[in-house]
């Protein structure tokens, strides 16, 4: 089985999922839409033998305003990866369906896409900061976030030396 | 004592248990780094599992974005600290497959006998501290004593004992001299029948069966739902290893079996079978470095890399096997000097999300054998 032919099940299986093969050199992907995510891996894990999902990340496009979800599933009867790609508007706190009762691997994965990056899996069951305190402000891994100087009263080293005063910024110059 | 003695609010039937919050780390002996994991019990039965991670988070995946892609390399190195090897030569194999380059034979012969050693000295960790779980504090010392032979062939390698900065993109540091070589085959020569003493030392101990059979059972639905892989795959019974299914570097030239789980003590899949698949790696790792030690082809031991790299923009997702499972790197590039994105997959992430799943309803010293089956390095999970 090869991408290509898991792409035409998918397209005449979901028409309204919009399902689209991106040639991105060197691995080509799928992109989905974010309400099509849950259809098309429970039909990939239960009737195509997608049996594990390998990785599931975060991107953000900072350029085009977008957040992008990636997953890998994974099949071991096929020896094959379709990397599927969900572009949601770049904003806190945006809606993407949790795919955690498809594969529990997307439990921790996804609690940590939120963690870094503020997307919001609807359905999760528990959806906590992972690695980051959990009164940690912001979300690290967009692009344009900047390091606070201080946590909660604490100076945040960026540098060695002395911590900066109290209103000045630690890092960068300007303010 | 007689029942008649017994006041009439000592009779069990009134006894209340009530569940008890015990927290486990994060500085702990057996949670093989900084683990906190909050347990809720009912007496001696673990009725819960929250691990809590995160102590040592270092931000590599946002380090990544703002250095060039060779200086993502030593990065790399400090996420899984025992296996540095491996993890490096995952990075290069992506970044590689990116830039479209070829590495010289040379090259990957050095590359997978090193990362086979680094494998054995992985594992070797793997058994000594998982004695040290079982309350034996002997194989703890064959383990190092052995381990030291092999971070001294890596320190004469590249000048480092435990991050070698040692595999580029494109090939490695530096080449492979003679005198080396033989210290590799002499390591290869002293180690093979000890295998056979840690055998007899710990895997076929009466005590050691006791406490990892049975316990922390995860069968080959478990594993595939959870994403897990390496070991802990094979330790259910199932036959995978990307050397051997999905070949790359040179790992389609040799021969090597792949070994797995068979349920020889107890429930496949349970600690002991995890436990044996590591160490019958060690042995496969044994047979790879022989077949290869003495064909290393002459050539240059790195391909023509551009000092200051500009990758071509693209995406990959690639994978390698490394000693604790497989280790993914997500990339994208977008033609400049510095990664896009660089999404790290750790295995071992996925192995401590099992631990409420797989814990539930066990006495709190088999959860202790169950996270040392795991063999974590909380540096991969937290990143």
Redesign the interface.
């Known amino acids: 089985m090869t991408l290509d032919e898991v792409l035409a099940k998918l397209q005449s299986r979901f028409p309204q999922a919009g399902v689209q093969k991106v040639d991105t050199q060197p691995d080509a992907h799928l992109s989905v839409d974010a309400k099509g995510i849950l259809e098309v891996l429970r039909f990939l894990r239960d009737e195509l033998q997608f049996e594990t999902l390998a990785n599931l990340g975060g991107v953000d496009l900072l350029a085009e305003s977008k957040l992008v979800v990636v997953y890998h599933p994974f099949s071991y009867t096929h020896k094959l990866i379709v990397p599927l790609k969900v572009t949601v508007n770049r904003e806190v706190g945006v809606k993407v369906p949790s795919v955690c009762s498809i594969y529990k691997a997307a439990n921790w994965l996804e609690r940590e896409t939120y963690d870094m990056f503020g997307i919001d899996f609807e359905g999760h069951p528990d959806l906590r900061r992972i690695l980051l305190p959990d009164d940690w402000k912001g979300y690290p891994l967009l692009r344009d976030y900047k390091t606070p100087d201080y946590y909660n009263g604490m100076p945040i080293p960026l540098y060695f030396g002395d911590p900066p005063d109290e209103g000045k910024p630690a890092h960068g110059g300007e303010a | 004592m007689s029942e008649t003695l017994l006041h009439k609010d000592q009779n069990t039937e009134n006894l209340r248990t009530d569940e008890l919050l015990i927290n486990m780390g994060p500085q702990h002996p057996s949670t093989h780094g900084v683990l906190r994991i909050v347990i809720v019990t009912d007496g001696e039965i673990v009725k819960s599992v929250r691990p809590d991670?995160?102590y040592l988070?270092r931000?590599k995946?946002?380090h990544s974005?703002n250095v060039d892609w060779m200086a993502v390399a030593p990065f790399v190195d400090r996420m899984d600290y025992l296996a540095s090897m491996n993890n490096a030569m995952g990075y290069a194999i992506a970044v590689e497959?990116?830039l479209?380059v070829e590495v010289p034979p040379r090259a990957e012969y050095i590359r997978v006998i090193t990362s086979e050693l680094q494998r054995i000295a992985s594992h070797l960790m793997a058994f000594g501290t998982y004695g040290l779980d079982m309350g034996a504090f002997t194989p703890f010392m064959h383990a190092f004593r052995d381990r030291e032979k092999i971070l001294d062939i890596f320190e004469a390698m590249s000048g480092a004992r435990l991050l070698y900065n040692y595999m580029w993109i494109g090939g490695t540091m530096r080449d492979l001299t003679p005198e080396i070589i033989t210290a590799i085959k002499n390591f290869i020569k002293y180690f093979k029948p000890m295998m056979s003493e840690y055998d007899n030392l710990v895997s076929y101990n009466k005590i050691f069966i006791e406490r990892t059979k049975d316990v922390g059972v995860m069968d080959k639905a478990f594993?595939?739902?959870?994403?897990l892989t390496g070991p802990m795959l094979r330790g259910a019974g199932?036959s995978?290893d990307l050397r051997k299914?999905?070949p790359y570097s040179i790992y389609d030239k040799v021969q090597f079996d792949v070994p797995v789980g068979k349920g020889e003590m107890g429930t496949l899949g349970d600690c002991w079978d995890r436990y044996i698949v590591r160490m019958r790696e060690m042995a496969e790792s044994c047979k790879i470095i022989e077949q290869l030690i003495d064909n290393i082809p002459a050539g240059p031991h790195r391909a023509r890399v551009a000092k200051k790299l500009r990758v071509?923009?693209?995406?990959?997702?690639s994978?390698t096997e490394c000693p604790r499972g497989?280790l993914?790197f997500?990339i994208?590039s977008d033609g400049s000097e510095i990664p896009y994105?660089v999404?790290v997959?750790s295995p071992c992430?996925?192995n401590?999300?099992t631990l409420d799943?797989v814990s539930r309803g066990l006495m709190v010293a088999d959860l202790v054998a169950t996270v040392g089956s795991l063999d974590i390095v909380l540096g991969e999970v937290?990143?």
Request: proline share 2%; charged share 40%.
């Open positions: 991670i995160g988070h931000c995946e946002k974005e497959k990116l479209n594993c595939y739902t959870y994403g199932v995978w299914d999905m071509p923009k693209g995406e990959v997702f994978r497989e993914g997500y994208i994105r999404k997959k992430f996925l401590v999300s799943d937290d990143r």
